[in-house]
């Protein structure tokens, strides 16, 4: 399997999240089972079956987690030298042309992005736009309104 690039905050959260799924919600998962069969007749046992769902739920995401972390390639970019340049893993300051907005992005991986937190996928189109470019570079994305010009002002390895 391919490997995915992954920053060094996203691995440390989805192996947080893992150790709290194994020891702490997995125990909880199968008391309530222990507690439900305790009820008698599990046929019509609503609460053994609504843990028996939670179990699946919970052991998939460990499936998935475990998953994740073993085709990772973990890219620590506090590590890496600032060129200047645009890469996987550094925070981007862009200024709109034609706006004359700033707006700030980190380039992680497609599981850690979230817009909400200005962390874009690498594979997005902004993303695959500014990889490789440097401070200063004027850089012309296509987004679903159209051709938008940006420059990159400043390229951060935090």
């Given at each position: 399997?391919?490997?995915?690039?992954m920053t060094a905050?996203?691995?440390?959260?989805?192996r947080e999240?893992l150790?709290h799924?194994?020891?702490?919600?997995?125990?909880e998962i199968i008391?309530?089972?222990?507690?439900?069969r305790?009820?008698?007749?599990?046929?019509?046992?609503a609460?053994?079956?609504?843990?028996r769902?939670?179990?699946g739920?919970?052991?998939?995401?460990?499936?998935?987690?475990e998953?994740?972390?073993?085709?990772?390639?973990?890219?620590d970019v506090?590590?890496?030298?600032?060129?200047?340049?645009?890469?996987f893993?550094v925070t981007?300051?862009?200024l709109?042309?034609?706006?004359?907005?700033e707006?700030t992005?980190?380039?992680?991986?497609?599981?850690?992005?979230?817009?909400?937190?200005?962390?874009i996928?690498v594979?997005?189109?902004i993303a695959?736009?500014?990889?490789?470019?440097?401070?200063d570079?004027?850089?012309?994305?296509?987004?679903?309104g159209?051709?938008?010009?940006y420059?990159?002002?400043?390229?951060?390895?935090?």
């Amino acid at each position: 399997m391919n490997q995915v690039p992954m920053t060094a905050q996203g691995a440390e959260a989805l192996r947080e999240e893992l150790n709290h799924l194994k020891t702490v919600k997995r125990p909880e998962i199968i008391e309530a089972i222990a507690e439900a069969r305790e009820h008698g007749d599990l046929k019509e046992n609503a609460e053994y079956h609504a843990a028996r769902e939670q179990q699946g739920f919970c052991e998939g995401r460990i499936q998935d987690i475990e998953g994740k972390l073993s085709n990772a390639q973990i890219i620590d970019v506090t590590k890496i030298p600032n060129t200047g340049k645009v890469i996987f893993g550094v925070t981007v300051t862009l200024l709109n042309i034609d706006t004359d907005e700033e707006v700030t992005y980190q380039i992680v991986g497609d599981d850690e992005s979230d817009i909400k937190q200005n962390r874009i996928s690498v594979n997005s189109p902004i993303a695959r736009a500014l990889i490789g470019k440097e401070v200063d570079s004027e850089v012309e994305v296509t987004t679903p309104g159209g051709q938008v010009e940006y420059e990159i002002v400043a390229v951060e390895h935090a």
